[in-house]
């Protein structure tokens, strides 16, 4: 595609609820990341992909956020047991190389009731 | 550890006024650095980028100078528009096994007709 696409653009889930956020990098694209960004807040990483490779999951806040790219291409984060401070747009990126330019999805603005 | 100060918005100015938004950083190795924008309703999009010291990045008008010295990365525009008014994120990315990208606060800009 032209872009990098994220869907669902917008979620809301009842505390306690099981989510998952895709992303899909533009095609070829070898490396993937993902961030969160609070309201009023810039972009915090979260966890970083080469191919199907997750190198970096530093960025995790808890072991409820899972994040997989099994075939190198298409990305799902996964947040379980979801709690109100999950609330915050999740972003996904992707670029050529780990050095290179980042492209930025439009985000999944995630709302935990 | 590595982290990035911006100056706090909003910033108001007139058509045709004269643009500073401050940034500093601290890093562990050598970093890239980064300004990206967000306009209104839009996604993050990269604005300009420098990857040593002394490098100069510019686009649209925008321009920062790597300073290693001073550890800032100020961006400056001679005559703003009202199209440029967004939000600005100054970002730093270090290799630690993957690049990691550390965002800034951001800076939002009101440029008045």
């Known amino acids: 595609g032209a872009g ?21 990098p533009i095609s ?28 970096d999951k530093s960025g995790l806040p808890s072991d409820r956020f899972f994040a ?17 401070e999950d609330s915050a747009v999740y972003l996904c990126a992707s670029s050529l190389g780990s ?15 | 550890g590595n982290s990035v100060t911006q100056m706090e918005g909003p910033v108001t100015l007139s058509e045709e006024a004269f643009l500073t938004i401050n940034c500093t950083y601290t890093a562990t190795g050598y970093p890239s650095l980064f300004w990206y924008v967000q306009y209104p309703g839009e996604g993050l999009q990269l604005l300009l980028k420098a990857t040593k010291a002394d490098d100069k990045g510019s686009n649209k008008g925008f321009e920062a100078t790597y300073r290693k010295e001073t550890t800032s990365f100020h961006l400056e525009k001679g005559s703003v528009q009202v199209s440029d008014s967004a939000v600005y994120f100054c970002a730093l990315s270090v290799d630690t096994g993957g690049f990691k990208t550390i965002f800034g606060a951001g800076t939002r800009l009101f440029v008045k007709a």
């Open chain 1, 4 to 24: 990098v696409s994220q869907s669902p653009r917008y979620k809301v889930a009842k505390r306690g609820q099981d989510v998952a956020l895709r992303c899909d």
């Open chain 1, 28 to 55: 070829g694209h070898v490396s993937l990341f993902w961030y969160q960004q609070a309201l009023g807040q810039g972009p915090e990483f979260l966890t970083y992909f080469q191919n199907e490779a997750q190198l």
């Open chain 1, 99 to 113: 050095g290179a330019e980042q492209f930025f999805g439009p985000g999944t603005r995630l709302t935990v009731l």
């Open chain 1, 68 to 84: 997989e790219r099994p075939e190198g291409s298409v990305s799902t984060l996964k947040i379980q047991r979801t709690q109100q």
